[in-house]
């Protein structure tokens, strides 16, 4: 009966995953996938407006779902140690989200997110580190020390930040998987985009590196490197956006990561679309 009941549930169902920038583009994709898999979707970005539309579509869309999870519910069964949400309390609250506004280039912001979780959760399954911004107008010798700072201070630094912060939660209950959301422009030379190359050629090797200090906890660290991805995130100019990468396309990387049996993880994939663009 419970071998039935249990295999009912969604593959994610009890588990509560991060998602930065989570307002648009990408990180929307990445946490409604999350979300459809099960887990509770905290949605995180400077923008509350932008993260509660994401939130508002997610809902929706989960009211298709059967066994929703709630912040309350997931809380209540992680104190008792269950690990997972029960199906009569998840049906009473159907909310699969969380909004937590944060701004990941500042740390005291991401430390109030990680408590905000420590505190209603007291767990954490899943990290996605996907905010970041871009700069592709010039040569690097033209881009002023503002634009440098905040890019790297994102791309780079907001990563690191959101690991201090959140990785003891799972090196607490030993276990978890982060997924770094880099680019191909981390592993090729970029042209006009060098901070933002530099961004991601250091986040792949700030991934590898800490993926190895986290491997004794249980915890698999991913990176994903996809090429230009149809969103609002730069110009695409000339390029055929029907045959580009998608957002959707990176979020079923997600899913098949966060879903891999659990004695073994793919640490890097680099991700393009089938036909040149
Ligand atoms: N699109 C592409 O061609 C492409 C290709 C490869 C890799 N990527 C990578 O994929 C990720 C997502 O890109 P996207 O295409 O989805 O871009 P996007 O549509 O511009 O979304 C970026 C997200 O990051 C958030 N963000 C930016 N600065 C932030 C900060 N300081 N704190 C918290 N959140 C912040 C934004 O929300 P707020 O502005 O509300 O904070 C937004 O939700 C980025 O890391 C990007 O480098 C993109």
Known sequence: MSTIASSLQPPLSGQVAVITGAGRGIGRAIATILSDLGAHAILCGRSRPALEETAAAIEQSGQRISGG????????????????VSQKSAEKTPAKTTVIPCDVTDLASVEALAAQVTRTFDRLDILINNAGVGSFNGPLHQLSPDHWDKLLNTNLRGVYYCIRSLAPLMIKTRGGHIINISSLAGKNALPNGAAYAASKWGLNGLTYSMAEELRAYNIRVS???????????????????????????????????????????????????????
Request: charged share 20%; hydrophobic share 35%.
């Open 69 to 84: 999870s709630s912040a309350r519910n997931i809380e209540k069964d992680s104190r008792r140690g269950a690990g997972k």
């Open 223 to 277: 990176v994903i490197c996809p090429g230009s991805t149809h969103t609002d995130f730069s110009p695409h100019t000339g390029m055929n956006t029907e045959r580009m990468l998608q957002a959707s396309d990176v979020a079923h990387v997600v899913a098949m990561l966060v879903t891999q049996a659990p004695q073994s993880f793919a640490s890097e994939v680099l991700l393009r679309p089938t036909q040149k663009p």
